[in-house]
């Protein structure tokens, strides 16, 4: 009875990992084969300018969080805390936190809209990825980056090659990823319940 148990685990352990894996590496490999693109449609500076910002996004976003989403998967994963009562907590700081971010948008940084909405659409998107992930939904978590990646290329095409935008697509482009990602983790894991 104890070698099935541990059996068991070896293979759900074994099956996440190779989920992992798989959607890690089909994430990194699209964004790979969208490097030309890039190429083609941004001149350097553009692209330094909003791989710049983008940059700013992931630097300031463990301040601007305050780290809530490795409380949500922490608590996520502690069978006898609320679901609902988490869910509460995290919102509450998202919005106190995007209230601030908000404000300060309006001062200095050319691209400070862009920063903002790459900011809390990543955050969000994390909050809800950690939220799946302490809750056992590996398979979601993963296909999360999926999502992720396809939608940025689809976003990218039809900013870059179809509009013409330049940077200011490709900061929408992944801004509007994040959204779609966290769309998906939102309605797949069910967290709206």
């Known amino acids: 009875m104890e070698a099935t148990v541990s059996s068991n685990k070896y293979r ?3 099956s996440d ?5 798989i959607g890690t590496v089909l994430a990194k490999a699209i964004q ?3 490097m030309p693109l890039y190429t083609t449609y941004m001149s350097t500076e553009a692209y330094g300018i909003a791989e710049l910002t983008n940059n700013l996004s992931e630097l300031f976003f463990p301040i601007a ?17 609320s679901n609902r009562k988490l869910a509460t ?8 936190s995007s209230g601030i971010g908000l404000f300060k948008v309006f001062f200095g940084y050319q691209y400070a809209f862009y920063l903002f909405f790459i900011l809390y659409a990543y955050s969000i998107r994390m909050c809800a990825a950690y939220y799946i992930r302490g809750n056992g939904k ?31 697509g490709y900061l929408l482009s992944i801004g509007l990823s994040y959204c779609v990602s966290a769309i998906y983790l939102i309605a797949a894991g069910k967290i709206a319940r």
């Open 65 to 81: 969080t305050l780290c809530v989403y490795e409380a949500a998967f922490r608590f996520a994963v502690d069978p006898e805390f």
């Open 12 to 14: 759900t352990l074994l």
């Open 89 to 96: 907590a995290v919102a509450k700081v998202m919005l106190i």
């Open 32 to 34: 790979f084969i969208l």
């Open 138 to 168: 590996s398979k979601i978590f993963a296909m999360s980056g999926v999502v992720n990646a396809i939608s940025l290329s689809i976003f990218n095409v039809i900013f870059l090659v179809i509009l013409k935008t330049g940077k200011n």
């Open 17 to 21: 990992i190779m989920i992992f894996i």
